[in-house]
């Protein structure tokens, strides 16, 4: 690792102690308007303001932020424009990374989409394209995304829901049966570093056989430690440390070998809807990436090399103001980090590319179609805080995957926000307001304090070895549901405003009947036609990989190459690395 002797808050408040202030504010003005507020404040406002003149909202996944009855210039007295607000497409990049946003580019519309096998999510895919997606994103089932074949034991009843399953390079090719791979870019969301280095290089051998050019792909792998050691609910665990390594050769490879694949999603938006404050989310995801860069640099390649391709990954929760500050905080102090703590030179580099999906465990079961309500208000403050993707849940998600008609919905959500509502024909359209740019002020300083905290545990790696966010997580989320319980936090059709009249029928998805039968039969010819003599030195010449500390997806694509299957590949890495046991938090 990179030995860097000051912290990232440290550097951040040396710059800012060296800079000669210029604030937006004429001192007189700000003199007399704090006589004419405190008049105001004195005079006309009520004694029951007064006394609560602060308060906190309590939101679902909320971050405790006081707000204050109304803000003003005050708000903002030692504000400099340039350099804390600026212009879009401009360095601190708060307002948005390019300068005309929308009108240059609208955000990708990026539905997820995954259930039962490669052919029946592959019918989605196209039912998507065909009705205005602009991105394709797939989500994996249970066993898939745990590194299970489809015939294992464990995967039993799971085959195909809550994602697709696939178990080899020739359910890739089924999966993307007929998608121009060139000209659609396609979200993989592979979830973890290891199964990224199992699932991606099966991607990339589906396309070589289909004669396509890795440099003619586009599009995003997860690849997230969080996501591996944290965000997860099975059975087996490779250590930290490995799993660090694994995020890193995943990046490595795919930055030479795919160079217009995002080769990582820094992810915040599990580890928000698992249970963490909006301000952790981003903290977490920060230090990932920091830790991830000093990680490349020690392996000998330049900052601008690697940063440019760096996205993130956020989740949209119900406080408005706030999920519109965050986006555009985290944005401005990637910005800083880039150019202060790493020195990048490429512009690109100190770009926040992000993706944003609506909360998924903000839904609920109770009268479904409020759902539609909560993620259109999400998807729009996520617009109003300048992302690039989005992915706006669907009602009944609190049920299963949603139906082709809740799905279409979902799409028609973002095209009606695109095209009928002109919330896009203006860049940054909350940028000077008073209230949005304190928020923003105050949420910064939050994200770089947890940064800090995690610093000077020893780094994210650490943080995860010695259960600091495992605590953070168990803490928030008793914390928040027994809010949710004693009615603090509203939660409307739930909590509050219930009704006895029974909610219409929705029409719940029902799964494709007989997947896991046909997945097994699939993995019995594969390993009928095969030869499995290549296999297992092609198996084996990976785990001699894994244990020499070479880079492994070379290795992998090999696998998937040959006809190798997920499970297989899994076998090597717990054989190679061992398994780890995640702290028990009580």
């Given at each position: 690792m990179v030995e860097n002797k000051k912290n990232v808050k440290e550097i951040l408040e040396e710059i800012k102690e060296k800079k000669v202030k210029k604030p937006l504010y004429n001192p007189e003005a700000i003199e007399e308007l704090q006589k004419n507020f405190d008049n105001w404040k004195d005079n006309t406002v009520k004694e029951a303001d007064k006394q609560n003149w602060e308060i906190t909202p309590q939101t679902v996944l909320g971050s405790e932020i006081p707000r204050e009855l109304t803000y003003s210039p005050l708000n903002l007295k030692d504000s400099e424009y340039t350099r804390e607000i600026g212009f879009p497409g401009e360095e601190p990049f708060t307002r948005g990374l390019h300068p005309n946003m929308y009108r240059g580019k609208k955000f990708t519309i990026r539905q997820i989409n995954g259930f039962g096998g490669p052919e029946d999510t592959n019918e989605r895919f196209k039912f998507m394209l065909k009705n205005g997606a602009t991105g394709l994103s797939v989500i994996f089932d249970i066993p898939t995304v745990q590194m299970y074949d489809s015939d294992d034991p464990i995967a039993?009843?799971?085959?195909?829901?809550?994602?697709?399953?696939?178990?080899?390079?020739?359910?890739?090719?089924?999966?993307?049966?007929?998608?121009?791979?060139?000209?659609?870019?396609?979200?993989?969301?592979?979830?973890?570093?290891?199964?990224?280095?199992?699932?991606?290089?099966?991607?990339?051998?589906?396309?070589?056989?289909?004669?396509?050019?890795?440099?003619?792909?586009?599009?995003?792998?997860?690849?997230?430690?969080?996501?591996?050691?944290?965000?997860?609910?099975?059975?087996?665990?490779?250590?930290?440390?490995?799993?660090?390594?694994?995020?890193?050769?995943?990046?490595?490879?795919?930055?030479?070998?795919?160079?217009?694949?995002?080769?990582?999603?820094?992810?915040?938006?599990?580890?928000?809807?698992?249970?963490?404050?909006?301000?952790?989310?981003?903290?977490?995801?920060?230090?990932?990436?920091?830790?991830?860069?000093?990680?490349?640099?020690?392996?000998?390649?330049?900052?601008?090399?690697?940063?440019?391709?760096?996205?993130?990954?956020?989740?949209?929760?119900?406080?408005?103001?706030?999920?519109?500050?965050?986006?555009?905080?985290?944005?401005?102090?990637?910005?800083?980090?880039?150019?202060?703590?790493?020195?990048?030179?490429?512009?690109?580099?100190?770009?926040?590319?992000?993706?944003?999906?609506?909360?998924?465990?903000?839904?609920?079961?109770?009268?479904?179609?409020?759902?539609?309500?909560?993620?259109?208000?999400?998807?729009?403050?996520?617009?109003?805080?300048?992302?690039?993707?989005?992915?706006?849940?669907?009602?009944?998600?609190?049920?299963?995957?949603?139906?082709?008609?809740?799905?279409?919905?979902?799409?028609?959500?973002?095209?009606?926000?695109?095209?009928?509502?002109?919330?896009?024909?203006?860049?940054?359209?909350?940028?000077?307001?008073?209230?949005?740019?304190?928020?923003?002020?105050?949420?910064?300083?939050?994200?770089?304090?947890?940064?800090?905290?995690?610093?000077?545990?020893?780094?994210?790696?650490?943080?995860?070895?010695?259960?600091?966010?495992?605590?953070?997580?168990?803490?928030?989320?008793?914390?928040?549901?027994?809010?949710?319980?004693?009615?603090?936090?509203?939660?409307?059709?739930?909590?509050?405003f219930t009704t006895d009249n029974k909610t219409p029928p929705i029409d719940v998805f029902k799964y494709p009947k007989g997947v896991e039968d046909r997945q097994k039969e699939k993995i019995k010819k594969l390993k009928e036609s095969r030869n499995n003599t290549k296999v297992e030195k092609a198996l084996k010449a990976l785990q001699d990989a894994c244990e020499k500390k070479e880079n492994i997806v070379p290795y992998s694509v090999e696998c998937a190459r040959l006809g190798c299957t997920e499970g297989e590949i899994f076998k090597v890495f717990k054989k190679s690395f061992g398994l780890w046991r995640p702290p028990v938090i009580f």
């Amino acid at each position: 690792m990179v030995e860097n002797k000051k912290n990232v808050k440290e550097i951040l408040e040396e710059i800012k102690e060296k800079k000669v202030k210029k604030p937006l504010y004429n001192p007189e003005a700000i003199e007399e308007l704090q006589k004419n507020f405190d008049n105001w404040k004195d005079n006309t406002v009520k004694e029951a303001d007064k006394q609560n003149w602060e308060i906190t909202p309590q939101t679902v996944l909320g971050s405790e932020i006081p707000r204050e009855l109304t803000y003003s210039p005050l708000n903002l007295k030692d504000s400099e424009y340039t350099r804390e607000i600026g212009f879009p497409g401009e360095e601190p990049f708060t307002r948005g990374l390019h300068p005309n946003m929308y009108r240059g580019k609208k955000f990708t519309i990026r539905q997820i989409n995954g259930f039962g096998g490669p052919e029946d999510t592959n019918e989605r895919f196209k039912f998507m394209l065909k009705n205005g997606a602009t991105g394709l994103s797939v989500i994996f089932d249970i066993p898939t995304v745990q590194m299970y074949d489809s015939d294992d034991p464990i995967a039993k009843g799971q085959v195909g829901t809550s994602g697709v399953a696939i178990d080899s390079a020739n359910d890739m090719d089924l999966l993307f049966k007929d998608i121009p791979l060139e000209d659609v870019t396609i979200s993989i969301v592979t979830h973890y570093p290891s199964n990224t280095a199992i699932l991606f290089p099966m991607f990339l051998a589906m396309a070589e056989k289909r004669g396509i050019s890795w440099d003619k792909l586009r599009g995003t792998v997860q690849n997230d430690i969080t996501l591996e050691e944290v965000v997860r609910s099975g059975p087996e665990y490779i250590p930290p440390r490995d799993c660090f390594r694994i995020q890193c050769d995943n990046i490595e490879f795919i930055k030479k070998e795919v160079p217009n694949w995002n080769f990582i999603n820094l992810n915040g938006y599990n580890l928000h809807d698992f249970g963490t404050s909006g301000v952790t989310e981003m903290a977490v995801a920060i230090s990932n990436g920091i830790e991830t860069l000093d990680e490349l640099i020690s392996r000998g390649y330049d900052v601008d090399f690697i940063a440019p391709r760096l996205a993130f990954f956020w989740s949209i929760s119900n406080d408005f103001f706030e999920e519109v500050s965050r986006i555009r905080a985290a944005r401005r102090l990637w910005y800083k980090i880039m150019k202060y703590r790493f020195k990048a030179k490429n512009p690109r580099s100190l770009w926040m590319r992000c993706h944003v999906q609506t909360s998924g465990i903000t839904l609920t079961r109770q009268e479904p179609y409020n759902n539609i309500i909560r993620a259109s208000y999400q998807a729009l403050s996520a617009i109003l805080g300048g992302v690039q993707s989005l992915h706006v849940d669907s009602y009944d998600e609190a049920y299963a995957v949603p139906t082709e008609e809740a799905a279409l919905l979902s799409l028609r959500t973002q095209q009606i926000i695109q095209n009928e509502t002109a919330v896009t024909e203006v860049v940054d359209p909350l940028g000077g307001s008073y209230y949005v740019e304190s928020l923003t002020n105050e949420i910064e300083g939050r994200i770089l304090s947890e940064i800090d905290e995690i610093e000077n545990i020893g780094g994210y790696v650490k943080s995860i070895e010695k259960g600091w966010i495992h605590r953070k997580i168990a803490n928030y989320f008793n914390k928040e549901h027994a809010k949710i319980e004693k009615g603090d936090i509203k939660v409307v059709g739930q909590n509050c405003f219930t009704t006895d009249n029974k909610t219409p029928p929705i029409d719940v998805f029902k799964y494709p009947k007989g997947v896991e039968d046909r997945q097994k039969e699939k993995i019995k010819k594969l390993k009928e036609s095969r030869n499995n003599t290549k296999v297992e030195k092609a198996l084996k010449a990976l785990q001699d990989a894994c244990e020499k500390k070479e880079n492994i997806v070379p290795y992998s694509v090999e696998c998937a190459r040959l006809g190798c299957t997920e499970g297989e590949i899994f076998k090597v890495f717990k054989k190679s690395f061992g398994l780890w046991r995640p702290p028990v938090i009580f």
